[in-house]
Structures are given as structure tokens and as C-alpha cells.
């Protein structure tokens, strides 16, 4: 009885002198209601006595306990509360916005252009980074010593390899690896020995798109490239269509659209060129021009995303000005 009282007292003034850190209330968790606590150490004498003296001491001892724990646990929710208040977020404090990054504009709208394609049926087929002179160039109509082919002046290796200068460098493979009636489009960066003005980069993109059956047409070819020019820019932006030589297409065309210069004047920008696609180049393929026809284009990727956003300069999209890319 003696030890029970003395608990008690000593119980009570340690909650009272208590500071309410989480420390303190760890160490009278262990002090009182440990393994080896001084509760259990009752308990331990407790069985030591006569039955009639049980069933006395044993509620006795169980209120305590039950006291005990309860005002262990209201310590421990006054102590949680403080606690958080101090560690706890001003909620009241304005955000503030992380600075990650984003895809690069010209890789949106690669995306963008290339799910407009695949409602239409088309499928994706990615473009080499370097070839070689028999695809870029005689598989494509034109033979060595030609003089069309100065219209893509090229760097080479020593190796007489090329950084592609068009993306209709993969025309001949996908001519050879599918069979007709097929839809593909081929987006790919390109490369020209090129001196850079508003509408002219050294390093550019093109998606180049190619249909061949039994019996497509020029006018299947004008549906297709209207349809997305209209999905793309969601509007209908001034442009017309006029002809043009390739050597690996006949007839040839090419989309231009209106541009604003900052000028404030308008102008024409070649944005799709495109054409039937060659005999000769059915032909190199191992295709009858006779039973098959295609139709083939190349899209001026960086000058599309100019003409939807209103950039007088395309040299601005890897000029690497955050101020620029971050409006995107
Ligand atoms: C070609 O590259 C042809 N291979 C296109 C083609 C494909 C014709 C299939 C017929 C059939 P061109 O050199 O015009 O054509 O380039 C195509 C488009 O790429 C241009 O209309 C323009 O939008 C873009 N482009 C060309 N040169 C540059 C450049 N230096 N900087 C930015 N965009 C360019």
C-alpha cells in the first residue's frame, strides 16, 4: 500500500513538471508502463500476496494503471499539438511556382502534327541523322554530276556520308520495306550548308509523308495536306498552292502560306513542298509505275510552329533564350 501511494505521488508530480517535449514523455512511458516500470514492478509483488489481499490490491492497482495510461495519452496530445504548431506549413504564404523545365517548342508541335496524322491513318517511321549518296540522292532521281542536286548544298564526311539535308533521304527504304497500300510519315532534323536569315536555319525539321496505292491522286494529295493544315492551325489560314520541280516527283507542288513580316508586311512562305512520286523512283524501288502510284510531301517543321505562334525569326528556337522558350 505504502509503495502504491508513493507511486502515485511521485506519478503526479512528474505530469506536472513535465515540459511536454516528446523526449520527456518517452521517458515516463518507460518510467511507468515499461517492461520493467514501476507498475509491472507492483504487479511483480502483487502476486506474491494472500488471495483475500488480491482481490483487494488488484482493482487498486488497475485504477492506477488506467490513470496512468490515460493521463500518459492526453501528455502525448498536448505534446503532438504544440509540437506541430512550431514544425506546421503557413498555409497563408503565397506559392511558389518550381521552374522545371518542358519539350522544347518544336517537339510539342512534332507531336502535336504527328497525332493529326495518326487519326488520319498514317503511322510513324523515324529518320536517319546521317546517309549516304545513294540514298539521299540517286535512289531520288538524281544521278551523279546532276545539277539539281545543288539545290541542297550538304556538308560531308570523309567517309562521303551526309548530315541529311531532307528527311526524303528515307523514301527509297520505306518504298523497298512496305508493301502497298501504305501511309507513313517520317519527321527528322536536317541539316544545310546554309547562310541563316529570318526564314532559314543551318539545322531544321521536316515530317516527310508518303501514301502509295493502286489508285491515289494528285487531288488525294491536296485533301490530305488542306486537312491538316486545317486541323493543325485550327483556322484557315491564308495560303495557296502553286507548281515546282523536284526531280523525284511529277508533277510537283508546293503550299505556300501568308506570313507577316514585322515589319507589318505580308508575304508568301514555302511551308509544304510535294508530288507525285517519280516513276523512276517506283521504279529503283522494284515498283510498277504502271499498277502503283504514291504521293509524297516534306512539312518545314520549325517554319509551321512560326506561322501557329506569330515568331518573325526563326533562328530564335535554338538560340536557347529562356525568355523565349519559356512562353511555351
Ligand atoms: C525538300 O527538302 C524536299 N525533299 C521536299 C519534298 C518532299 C518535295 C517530298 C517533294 C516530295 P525543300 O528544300 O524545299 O524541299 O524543303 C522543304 C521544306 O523544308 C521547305 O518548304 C521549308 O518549309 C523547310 N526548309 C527548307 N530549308 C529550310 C531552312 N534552311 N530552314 C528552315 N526550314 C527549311
Same mark, same amino acid.
Given at each position: 500500500m505504502e509503495k502504491l501511494q508513493a507511486l502515485k505521488k511521485t506519478f503526479n508530480s512528474d505530469i506536472k513538471n513535465t515540459d511536454d517535449s516528446s523526449e520527456m514523455l518517452d521517458n515516463l512511458y518507460i518510467k511507468?508502463?515499461? !517492461? !520493467?516500470?514501476a507498475i509491472n514492478n507492483i504487479i511483480s509483488e502483487f502476486v506474491k500476496l494472500y488471495p483475500n489481499q488480491k482481490k483487494e490490491w488488484g482493482p487498486r492497482i488497475n485504477t492506477f494503471k488506467k490513470e496512468v495510461e490515460t493521463a500518459l495519452k492526453n501528455l502525448q496530445q498536448k505534446t503532438l499539438s504544440s509540437e506541430n504548431v512550431i514544425n506546421?506549413? #503557413?498555409?497563408t504564404l503565397p506559392g511558389i511556382k518550381p521552374h522545371i523545365g518542358h519539350t522544347h517548342p518544336i517537339t510539342q508541335m512534332k507531336h502535336y502534327a504527328e497525332n493529326i496524322f495518326l487519326t488520319m491513318g498514317f503511322k510513324v517511321v523515324d529518320s536517319l541523322e546521317v546517309d549516304d549518296d545513294f540514298n539521299h540522292f540517286e535512289t531520288l532521281n538524281?544521278? !551523279?554530276?546532276?545539277? @539539281?542536286? #545543288?539545290m541542297w548544298d550538304t556538308f560531308w564526311t570523309? #567517309?562521303?556520308?551526309?548530315?541529311? @539535308?531532307?528527311?526524303?533521304?528515307?523514301q527509297h527504304r520505306i518504298l523497298k520495306t512496305h508493301t502497298p497500300p501504305f501511309r507513313v510519315i517520317i519527321p527528322g532534323k536536317c541539316f544545310r550548308y546554309e547562310a541563316t536569315d529570318t526564314v532559314h536555319e543551318h539545322t531544321f525539321y521536316q515530317i516527310e509523308g508518303m501514301y502509295v496505292s493502286k489508285d491515289t491522286s494528285l487531288a488525294e494529295l491536296i485533301g490530305v495536306l488542306e486537312t491538316f493544315i486545317y486541323t493543325y492551325y485550327r483556322y484557315k489560314i491564308p495560303y495557296k498552292i502553286q507548281p515546282t520541280f523536284f526531280?523525284?516527283?511529277?508533277p510537283g507542288l508546293e503550299l505556300l502560306v501568308e506570313h507577316k513580316l514585322k515589319s507589318g508586311e505580308k508575304k508568301w512562305l514555302e511551308l509544304i513542298p510535294a508530288g507525285m512520286i517519280h516513276p523512276n523512283v517506283l521504279k529503283m524501288a522494284g515498283l510498277d509505275p504502271n499498277t502503283y502510284k504514291g504521293f509524297a510531301w516534306a512539312i518545314g517543321l520549325d517554319r509551321l510552329v512560326m506561322l501557329k505562334y506569330g $515568331?518573325? #525569326? $526563326?533562328? @530564335?528556337?535554338? !538560340?536557347?533564350?529562356l525568355r523565349f522558350l519559356q512562353q511555351f
Open positions: 511507468y508502463l515499461g !517492461k !520493467k516500470g506546421s506549413i #503557413d498555409i538524281f544521278p !551523279k554530276g546532276h545539277p @539539281a542536286r #545543288d570523309e #567517309d562521303h556520308l551526309l548530315p541529311i @539535308a531532307h528527311t526524303s533521304t528515307m526531280p523525284f516527283v511529277e $515568331i518573325s #525569326d $526563326i533562328r @530564335a528556337f535554338h !538560340k536557347g533564350d
